[in-house]
């Protein structure tokens, strides 16, 4: 199984038999769909030439982090740029497959929340705007949204929860439009965490 980064993203992993053209290992179909690294040799026994820089098509999904992640692993094992292309390949296959099963785990969470009675129908969301308000009542450096972001686990059923107890106990004059509006075409993370403007 692949390791995770601090921002649960998983990161491709070196292999240990590796071959030169970059294929994957027994346990390169893992659930993550790990990646196993080819060591950077050419045929004949010598060592490839590690470019200065790599030059190969970056996903749009990758961060910065991420990027320099792969690189640094590809460095590690000395591989040439050609070899590179296709273990970016692996990793981009893996960090897809990461991204569709984190989307997938928040669109059921949002869907278990509307089964609670507090954020039923008519309810989700003047709660969902109690939960925004507890959120920002305690997070007054911007930190733990920061956390919830990049984690995911910020629309998990028990935070919202957690969240909108907190939003209730303050006052509800601050809430603006209760109930009100059609909003439910919009998702439950970009109302909670105003990501959209």
């Known amino acids: 199984m692949a390791e995770m980064d601090d921002k649960g993203a998983p990161q491709p992993q070196a292999g240990t038999q590796g071959q030169a053209q970059g294929q994957t ?3 390169g179909q893992g659930s993550q769909g790990t990646a196993t690294q080819p060591q950077g040799q050419a045929q004949g026994g010598q060592e490839n030439t590690v470019p200065e820089k790599y030059e190969y098509e970056v996903p749009d999904t990758w961060d ?3 990027k320099a992640k792969v690189e640094s692993i590809a460095r590690e ?23 569709e099963a984190r989307k997938k785990s928040m669109e059921a969470w949002e869907h278990e929340l509307k089964q609670d009675q507090d954020f039923a129908s008519k309810n989700f969301n003047t709660a969902v705007q109690y939960a925004r308000m507890g959120l920002e009542n305690i997070d007054t450096t911007g930190e733990l949204k920061k956390v919830l972001e990049e984690s995911g ?3 998990h059923p028990a935070v919202v929860r957690a969240m909108y107890k907190i939003g209730k106990m303050l006052d509800n004059d601050k809430i603006v439009g209760k109930g009100g509006g059609n909003t439910n075409e919009v998702p439950l993370w970009d109302r909670l965490y105003n990501t959209k403007q």
């Not at 000395?78 to 991204?99: C, D, G, T, V």
Request: aromatic share 12%; glycine share 6%; hydrophobic share 30%.
């Open 64 to 66: 910065e982090a991420y």
């Open 25 to 27: 290992g027994q346990d």
């Open 153 to 155: 686990y910020g629309s």
């Open 77 to 99: 094992n000395k591989l040439s740029n050609e070899q590179m292309k296709k273990f970016a390949e692996m990793a981009q296959n893996e960090h897809q497959a990461f991204i």
